[in-house]
């Protein structure tokens, strides 16, 4: 069992550029999430998934979207890409619903736009 | 405002001694907390949580405390190893709101030989 995977690794991209972050979990959980990371601010909710076929916006959903067509994939898009998204992206997962379980998170992704 | 704090953003500990790493929140609604581990470049991992009808909880060489009156949060790990060495936040989330988690910023946990 892999858990949580996340590709690419790392990516640097031009602004304006569209960009999808991966995310594949194979824990069978029900919720899936995406955050950044910034230095000293910590994580931030972007978007999440309570279950397949439903979204929620985060904290801090403005410049990208989701999309949860099944269960175990939960893609991150960033339609045009500005330098205020260099960050650390982290997928998560949780095996109830959203918000009332331990999320589990991936290895991140490390985006700089320039 | 709501928000999960910690009082100190780093932490220095010889080996083999107890740390204890410290976390406040201000939402008294909060009834689910967790601890978190992140080692550079990796993702955080889970280590521990508690719910609010337990003051104390015990894992493997790690222990967490809440004191509700206080609203304080603290992790304690026995027997600091050179592997202990990562950031450490908490998280906190609450019954009564549908979508949402709060993670503190976290401190850095460094072990001295």
């Known amino acids: 069992i892999a858990g949580i995977t996340q590709a690419p690794t790392s990516q640097i991209l031009a602004a304006g550029r569209r960009m999808t972050l991966r995310c594949t979990q194979d824990m069978r959980h029900n919720a899936m999430y995406w955050y950044r990371q910034d230095l000293g601010l910590g994580l931030r909710l972007i978007h999440y998934s309570n279950t397949a076929g439903t979204t929620g916006k985060g904290e801090v959903p403005d410049g990208y979207s989701v999309s949860r067509a099944n269960s175990d994939y939960f893609p991150l898009t960033l339609a045009s890409a500005v330098p205020s998204q260099t960050s650390v992206y982290f997928c998560a997962s949780s095996p109830g619903q959203a918000f009332k379980e331990t999320q589990y998170f991936g290895p991140g992704t490390r985006l700089l736009v320039l | 405002g709501e928000s999960v704090g910690l009082h100190l953003p780093t932490l220095s500990v010889q080996e083999g001694d107890n740390s204890i790493i410290n976390c406040a929140y201000s939402?008294?609604?909060?009834?689910?907390f967790i601890w978190y581990k992140q080692e550079s470049g990796k993702g955080p991992q889970f280590i521990i949580d508690?719910?609010?009808?337990?003051d104390k909880r015990q894992g493997q060489r790690v222990t967490v405390l809440l004191n509700k009156t206080v609203k304080h949060l603290s992790l304690q790990i026995a027997a600091t190893q050179p592997g202990d060495s990562a950031v450490y936040f908490c998280a906190e989330m609450s019954a009564s709101s549908a979508s949402k988690i709060i993670f503190g910023s976290g401190t850095r946990l460094s072990i001295r030989p």
């Open positions: 939402n008294s609604a909060s009834d689910y």
């Open positions: 508690i719910r609010s009808n337990m």
